[in-house]
């Protein structure tokens, strides 16, 4: 049976939520995307662009509507980012494992969102053999993948 976790990388298109002048960009989720052939779109209000694709400031901002967002924000900055992913209308949502706080989680439960957490996108996104499968067999062995 598919994991709601799983599921949540069925979606076709994808905004990638980073803020690089606080913390690296989540490159490698966004890489993982692109290379599974999903739509995706860097949103990062602090810099131009990411490996050379316009990022963009807001989600209001983006050149269509997304199905999901994947946040990797500083953890201070988590809590806006929900409101702002269901602001938008958007119901899936993943918080990078650590940066989700108690306020985030009751946005995202009183807006009926889909919020995944306490886990690494890298790991559904990337198949090949690294570090982030090793943290994948772990997962499905402790049946939380």
């Not at 990022?55 to 702002?84: F, I, N």
């Not at 938008?88 to 969102?113: C, F, N, S, Y």
Request: with cysteine; aromatic share 10%.
């Amino acid at each position: 049976m598919t994991s709601n976790y799983e599921t949540f990388w069925q979606n076709d298109c994808f905004a990638v939520v980073g803020d690089k002048a606080k913390q690296n960009f989540p490159i490698l989720t966004y890489q993982g995307l692109k290379k599974l052939g999903k739509s995706v779109f860097p949103v990062d209000p602090s810099v131009e662009e990411i490996e050379g694709d316009k990022t963009y400031a807001t989600l209001d901002g983006l050149p269509e509507k997304v199905d999901a967002v994947v946040l990797e924000v500083p953890k201070e900055d988590t809590g806006d980012w929900v409101a702002k992913v269901a602001d938008a209308g958007i119901q899936d949502v993943w918080i990078h494992m650590g940066r989700e706080t108690p306020e985030a989680l009751a946005v995202a439960r009183d807006k009926g969102m889909n919020a995944r957490t306490g886990t690494c996108a890298v790991m559904y996104v990337k198949p090949e053999p690294s570090y982030h499968s090793i943290h994948r067999w772990i997962m499905k062995l402790i049946g939380k993948y």
